[in-house]
């Protein structure tokens, strides 16, 4: 059974960083496209970030390029998005999801991604 568990969140002041941990059983980490998503309060989920563990290949959203950095581990089977210079608008609940298996759909569109965990909440406010 497919199972993500998301940890990390927390409050922390603009310009401040948080490393999300999400733990990942059920699979294998190397065999699948993992991502991270953001749901900010009044918007809608959007992907921020995703790693194919494969080969090392990452995607990031506009909005976070520069200041987020996604990683893995595959001995352990986790996922890391390691957040620096944090702003307001990053506020939300963050999701690691990993891909539906033949699922063509861009790597940071959420249709990819059939598994999903319960979420961690990150809160950027003075």
């Known amino acids: 059974q497919v199972r993500l568990v998301e940890s990390g969140g927390g409050l922390v002041q603009p310009g401040g960083s948080l490393r999300l941990s999400c733990a990942a059983s059920?699979?294998?980490?190397?065999?699948?496209?993992v991502g991270w998503f953001r749901q900010g309060p009044g918007h809608e989920r959007q992907g921020i970030s995703s790693i194919r563990s494969s080969d090392g290949t990452t995607y990031y959203a506009n909005s976070v390029k520069g200041r987020f950095t996604i990683s893995r581990d595959t001995a352990k089977n986790m996922v890391y998005l390691q957040m620096n210079k944090l702003r307001p608008e990053d506020t939300g609940l963050y999701y690691c999801?990993?891909?539906?298996?033949?699922?063509?759909?861009?790597?940071?569109?959420?249709?990819?991604?059939?598994?999903w965990g319960q979420g961690t909440q990150v809160s950027v406010s003075s």
């Open positions: 059920g699979f294998t980490l190397d065999h699948f496209l």
């Open positions: 999801a990993r891909e539906t298996p033949g699922m063509n759909a861009d790597p940071l569109d959420e249709v990819r991604f059939g598994s």
